[in-house]
Nanobody, 123 residues
Framework: VQLQASGGGLVQAGGSLRVSCAAS????????VGWFRQAPGKERDFVAV????????YYADSVRGRFTLSRDNEQNSVYLQMNSLKPEDTAVYYC?????????????????WGQGTLVTVSS
């Protein structure tokens, strides 16, 4: 069982970036997938989550209206489209999977984690 995040990079403020999370070894549609981020010296914070069917999503206030989640269960992938990026969005972004019945922002609910991808937003 493996999750792999990719797509991070350097972007200017106001720009866009899409990060992806690919899963293997699981029935992907059984899992809600969340994104978390961790800036240097800070705790890992919730960003957004999408349920297994892709018809329910929840976003942190700090990203709502700028970030959009989608998923393709045929490709075992989840995508986080990030628009209007700000320097404070700079962090390592992690995807995580939860086989629970709903969607949650609680970090302890997620049993599978990817390795993280670095997003840097320059001012």
């Amino acid at each position: 069982v493996q999750l792999q995040a990719s797509g991070g990079g350097l972007v200017q403020a106001g720009g866009s970036l899409r990060v992806s999370c690919a899963a293997s070894g699981v029935t992907f549609s059984d899992y809600a997938v969340g994104w978390f981020r961790q800036a240097p010296g800070k705790e890992r914070d919730f960003v957004a989550v999408i349920n297994g069917r892709g018809n329910s999503k929840y976003y942190a206030d700090s990203v709502r209206g700028r970030f959009t989640l989608s998923r393709d269960n045929e490709q075992n992938s989840v995508y986080l489209q990030m628009n209007s990026l700000k320097p404070e969005d700079t962090a390592v972004y992690y995807c995580a999977a939860d086989k629970g019945s709903g969607i949650t922002s609680a970090i302890d609910s997620y049993e599978l984690w990817g390795q993280g991808t670095l997003v840097t937003v320059s001012s």
